[in-house]
């Protein structure tokens, strides 16, 4: 069974930086070719992918918002993806998600598809 689990969300000024953790478990990484988005919801605004990675290829996928100031990248040994966030603003404020999804050739830049989500860590940041 998938389970994804968020971390490292927090309250930041703008300026700062966060790295936000997505752990997963029923899956290895090093054996898996998968796609892993993380995702936002503002309050009160839709949810959105910001970035992704496909891993069969080391694809990634940004955000127009986000490019240049998020990095997604992953670790085998520790089952684990990231999402380093720097020069964060205020309107990168909302609940951050990861999810994935497992079919070949899965594109990171497509929001669809994925089945398995995290319960979310809240990023918040103040000006």
């Known amino acids: 069974q998938v389970q994804l689990v968020e971390s490292g969300g927090g309250s930041v000024q703008a300026g700062g930086s966060l790295r936000l953790s997505c752990a997963a478990s029923?899956?290895?990484?090093?054996?898996?070719?998968?796609?892993m988005g993380w995702f936002r919801q503002p309050p009160g605004k839709k949810r959105e992918e910001v970035a992704g990675?496909?891993?069969?290829?080391?694809?990634?996928y940004y955000g127009d918002p986000v490019k240049g100031r998020f990095t997604i990248s992953g670790d085998n040994a520790k089952n684990t993806m990231y999402l380093q966030m720097t020069n964060l603003k205020p309107e990168d404020t909302g609940m951050y998600y990861c999810?994935?999804?497992?079919?070949?050739?899965?594109?990171?830049?497509?929001?669809?598809?994925?089945?398995?989500w995290g319960q979310g860590t809240q990023v918040t940041v103040s000006s």
């Open positions: 990675i496909y891993t069969g290829t080391g694809t990634t």
């Open positions: 999810a994935s999804k497992h079919h070949w050739g899965c594109s990171p830049s497509d929001p669809d598809g994925y089945n398995y």
């Open positions: 029923g899956y290895t990484f090093s054996k898996s070719a998968f796609c």
